[in-house]
Nanobody, 127 residues
Framework: QLPLEESGGGLVQPGESLRLSCTSTGYTLDYYAVGWFRQVPGKEREPLMCISTSGAITNYDESVQGRFTIFRGTALNTVYLQLNSLKPEDTAVYYC????????????????????WGQGTQVTVAS
């Protein structure tokens, strides 16, 4: 089991930014496809975007297009989700997930693909 921990969530006002981190202590995420998901109470967890081991990025949520960005950190054990121009509807618990993939260009929105999950970090956007 790959340990994953999200951090960086918090309470912000509309229009502000946050940078979420997905960190694996003692392991490198360089060999893992990583996805970010979010969940609002009472609703299903929804995929946002993912990044493959080769750096290919796929965005699954049009509502965050141009506002959210996923990228790998130079420390190799962290993948970030940059949240810009936040809106109240972005309020959710944000999760990262990782899975080893032999296809370096592959990542997916299918949550069942990922066997390693963090505990989530709360993002609240309110005036």
């Amino acid at each position: 089991q790959l340990p994953l921990e999200e951090s960086g969530g918090g309470l912000v006002q509309p229009g502000e930014s946050l940078r979420l981190s997905c960190t694996s202590t003692g392991y490198t995420l360089d060999y893992y496809a990583v996805g970010w998901f979010r969940q609002v109470p009472g609703k299903e967890r929804e995929p946002l975007m993912c990044i493959s081991t080769s750096g290919a990025i796929t965005n699954y949520d049009e509502s965050v297009q141009g506002r959210f960005t996923i990228f790998r950190g130079t420390a190799l054990n962290t993948v970030y989700l940059q949240l810009n121009s936040l809106k109240p509807e972005d309020t959710a618990v944000y999760y990262c997930a990782a899975e080893n993939s032999y296809d370096k260009s592959y990542c997916t929105s299918v949550s069942d693909f990922y066997h390693n999950w963090g505990q989530g970090t709360q993002v609240t956007v309110a005036s």
